[in-house]
């Protein structure tokens, strides 16, 4: 079975930075990737995700201007560096990939990792 494997979460106060980044076997060339979150009591949201095999990108409002996802396909590596991190941030981020395209939504994914923690807090 296909799996990705995140890591580089963590606890960090406001206003600071955490770069998580993805690995795995899933994620093929040819595979677009996107990063998720999940709060307490919450539902599973798209954060930021490559559309497409052009490079397009898709970021949640909440993020725009602070969190920012790459890939290096060299290493089979996704990357969500994430700047000025809010209380409101703290959640479950998950990496996931599946063929293009897509629209950021929980369904359009088929290759999950298990997910890694981020605490926002002082």
């Known amino acids: 079975q296909e799996q990705l494997v995140e890591s580089g979460g963590g606890l960090v106060q406001p206003g600071g930075s955490l770069t998580l980044s993805c690995t795995g076997s899933?994620?093929?060339?040819?595979?677009?990737v996107g990063w998720f979150r999940q709060a307490p009591g919450k539902e599973r949201e798209g954060v930021a995700c490559f559309r497409n095999s052009a490079g397009t990108t898709y970021y949640t409002e909440s993020v725009k201007g602070r969190f920012s996802i790459s890939r290096d396909k060299e290493k089979k590596t996704a990357y969500l560096k994430m700047n000025n991190l809010q209380t409101e941030d703290t959640a479950v981020y998950y990496c996931?990939?599946?063929?293009?395209?897509?629209?950021?939504?929980?369904?359009?994914?088929?290759?999950w990792g298990q997910g890694i923690q981020v605490i926002v807090s002082s």
């Open positions: 996931a990939s599946d063929v293009p395209p897509t629209d950021c939504d929980v369904a359009d994914f088929s290759s």
């Open positions: 899933a994620l093929k060339d040819y595979y677009v």
